[in-house]
């Protein structure tokens, strides 16, 4: 959650900075990205609580949840970025080809992440499961 704070918080210094030098494209998409992150990071707060994996419930169910959770985060990251990819192939102005190309990375950059997440849930169930 704290690396999507940050991500959102240099997203809002970007935008202020765009404001003051008058940038109507990039503060355009700035907006429109800190939105969608604040809007992501809502929703995850309010579904923070009903994850179950997150109780003091100890054991292999709650990791092999936590696993299935992360694997559907993945799956939704991954048809999002394609997605994008699809818009960008159909783009045609140097605009929305940059903006989609900023996009992606970042949806690269998420998928990264989650991959990380994956790994350490399954040495945790290896070593469960041993």
Known sequence: ??????????????LKHAVEQQQL???AWLAERLAAQIEAINRES???????????????RRWQRKR???????RRLLEMKQQRQQQYQQATTLDDQQRLAREITAFDGRLA???QAL????????RITR
């Open 25 to 27: 494209p990039q503060v």
């Open 113 to 115: 992440r989650c991959r």
């Open 68 to 74: 299935l959770e992360t694997q559907e985060f993945e």
């Open 119 to 126: 790994e350490e849930i399954e040495r945790v169930l290896a």
């Open 46 to 60: 309010e579904a923070w609580s009903l994850r179950v994996w997150d109780s003091a419930s100890p054991g292999l």
């Open 1 to 14: 959650m704290q690396a999507y704070l940050d991500e959102a918080n240099a997203h809002f210094q970007e």
